[in-house]
């Protein structure tokens, strides 16, 4: 689970990027109906004619909005556990938070907006971006770099660097600069416990008290 969530972290921090693609393609396949498409003669021949030469396209679509569909299921069914499992998580207690506002902006200049440039209809291209985007995804899935999420800031989550005491094997040890992902404004929260889960030390989400039932 904790190796697909890392996926599903990864996929859908690049939802402007895969709505960037799909536009695109959507844009070339409805140009080319408007100019190739032959009113006088038959729709199959022309929806086959559609599907042939614009098949790079139309697989990218399917593709996309595959693995994007199942990325966000799989986020959702983690944040829906999460708060099952509230009253079980281990809590730490916030000594200092800020919002770290510019991490999402800087993620989108530095990965998103050059990926864009690939020309998405041309076959050596898409070679070249699957094994940049491989790449890329090794690195930040192996270094646990997956916690600026677009859905999450969708959702309402927002990341904040945080001092966090957490009482590890019986000793309270403080984590300096964490990152913290959160719904509550954790600036709020000083001196307060919060329900987390961590990615690994310096890196959590919490169980947030607005989401209790």
Known sequence: MWKKFKWDMFVTSFIPLWLSIIVIDVWTIVL????????????????????????????????????????????????????????????????????????????????????IAFDFGNTQNIVLFIIYFSVLAYLCIRNNNIYTNILLEIKGYRIYTCDLTCKVLGDHNTYHDSIVISKSDLTQEEGNDVPYWDFENYIYITADREDKK
Not at 46 to 64: F, G
Not at 94 to 106: D, G, R
């Open 32 to 115: 080319f109906i408007i100019e190739n498409w032959n009113g006088q003669g038959k729709p199959s021949d022309n929806l086959m004619n559609v599907l042939c030469r614009n098949h790079i396209q139309l697989v990218s679509i399917a593709v996309i909005s595959v693995l994007v569909l199942v990325s966000i299921i799989g986020i959702n069914s983690f944040l829906k556990k999460l708060i099952q499992d509230k009253k079980h998580l281990p809590k730490g207690k916030i000594e200092k938070a800020t919002k770290a506002n510019k991490l999402s902006s800087e993620f989108l200049l530095a990965y998103i907006l050059p990926m």
